[in-house]
């Protein structure tokens, strides 16, 4: 499968931005969907993820109540709807699925996934 990440680009504090990913060469909506980002010199980490059903989403916490991730199974996309924006939101967004249908719970550790879009990139102007 691959994944094609979309939507980033310079926002100012307080701004949206949604992201979209977008699957290919293989249907995802047996598959748990998740956004990680990594900023310059950090580990990447978890920012939101979304059941196979799309009927449990899960969030880090500083994301809790500004983002929201969902998914569209017919397009074969996730998106990631960010409000609110921060200048330590900035960073290069990435899209993930796992080889494990149906897996619930959501899992945040970046090594159960095995495949990962090219990244986005998001910057937020103070």
């Known amino acids: 499968v691959q994944l094609q990440a979309s939507g980033g680009g310079l926002v100012q504090a307080g701004g949206s931005l949604r992201l979209s990913c977008a699957a290919s060469?293989?249907?995802?909506?047996?598959?748990?969907l998740v956004w990680f980002r990594q900023a310059p010199g950090k580990e990447r980490e978890f920012v939101a993820g979304?059941?196979?059903?799309?009927?449990?989403?899960y969030y880090a916490d500083t994301m809790k109540g500004r983002f929201t991730i969902s998914r569209d199974n017919a397009k074969n996309t996730v998106y990631l709807q960010m409000n609110s924006l921060k200048p330590e939101d900035t960073a290069v967004y990435y899209c993930?699925?796992?080889?494990?249908?149906?897996?619930?719970?959501?899992?945040?550790?970046?090594?159960?996934?095995?495949?990962w879009g090219q990244g986005t990139q998001v910057t937020v102007s103070s």
């Open positions: 993930a699925t796992d080889r494990v249908a149906f897996r619930t719970p959501v899992d945040s550790d970046p090594r159960l996934y095995d495949y």
């Open positions: 979304i059941s196979w059903s799309g009927t449990r989403t």
């Open positions: 060469g293989r249907s995802v909506s047996s598959y748990a």
